[in-house]
């Protein structure tokens, strides 16, 4: 448990000092701001369409950052041979993977908080606006209503980021399984590629009632197969409940509202199936990546033990370098001394 947190501390530290984290949290700070500033002419649901495409643009800004992230510390680190130095040291496979995932998806959660906050206080300011209400007023009732808005409103946003969360997470476990193999190029359009094909599959499923009912066993079974391969995303969206619906607030003016949800079951059920989906694909993986990381550390351990012989043997054989166990260590390889 010490390495993998060594693992992760390392990470975490390698993706947030990147320059494309910081710009992706400038430019989503930007962007946030801006639109909170607009009117959306929505005939009063202008702070609805706000949160819905706020919500958006920190889901894709802080996706493409995590995919740099996973990119920098799994592709390039093999490249250069850096992982070829902590595959020496006395760390597991799965530790290096589960070390390395949960430092991206702990960047990418704090990139959710930091815009998550800009985009509660940019809600906050603009609703006295979007509902015609004074905030000036010296009328009780008015300043109240103003409040319900705006806890209302609020208590939508943070389940919303929380799933934004895991789903970046899910996302991330693909991309780490993808930079085993392949570089960025490669990494980011095929994961934005299943992100896509992976909200596309909300119109296939269920099959029995679905898009695909009433077609043939061939389309039916095609549709099975791609609901197995592809990530349900569905599952980590509750916008029609904690943006586009009033919620019942205890204390609120929507409290007895019959339009209201009640936010705590939906979102009980929606995390604990989030959390089953994560758990699967950290599963797959640990056995994705098993391969690559398993040629990198035999190639680590036939090398030492061709050192240990020849030192044992007081000679090196004619005509070979010296062995590179007996170079100082590479300025690239200090993090993971520690292991």
Known sequence: MYRTSVILRHTFQEAIVQPIYALVLALGAAILMVYGALPFFTLGEDTIMYKSVGLDVILVLVLISTLFATSKSIFE????????????????????????????????????????????????????????????????????????????????????????????????????????????????????????????????????????????????????????????????????????????????????????VTLAPDLSATLGRAQWEIDTLVTALAHEASSAATEVRVTSRLAGQRVAGERMAGERVAGEPAPAALAPPLATDWPYLAL
């Not at 760390?91 to 998806?105: A, D, S």
């Not at 009433?214 to 549709?223: D, E, F, I, N, Q």
Request: glycine share 4%; proline share 4%.
């Open 77 to 260: 680190e093999i490249e250069d041979r850096t992982m070829l130095t902590l595959m020496s040291k006395p760390v597991h496979k799965w530790e290096v993977l589960v070390g390395k995932y949960l430092g991206i998806i702990l960047a990418a959660a704090l990139a959710i908080v930091l815009l998550g906050f800009i985009i509660c206080l940019c809600t906050w300011w603009r609703i006295p606006s979007d509902y015609m209400l004074s905030q000036n007023s010296l009328d009780d009732r008015e300043l109240t209503q103003i409040l319900d808005y705006r806890r209302m409103h609020i208590a939508g946003l943070i389940p919303s980021l929380a799933l934004i969360w895991f789903q970046i997470s899910v996302l991330a476990a693909i991309g780490v399984a993808i930079s085993t193999r392949f570089s960025l190029v490669v990494n980011l359009p095929t994961v934005i590629l299943i992100y896509i094909a992976g909200n596309l599959t909300r119109f296939l499923l269920p099959i029995d009632s679905g898009a695909v009912a009433h077609r043939s066993a061939l389309a039916k079974g095609l549709a099975y197969s791609l609901s197995v391969v592809l990530p349900y995303l569905q599952t980590f969206d509750i916008r029609q409940k904690t943006v586009y619906a009033p919620i019942a607030l205890a204390g609120t003016m929507f409290a007895n509202d019959v339009r209201a």
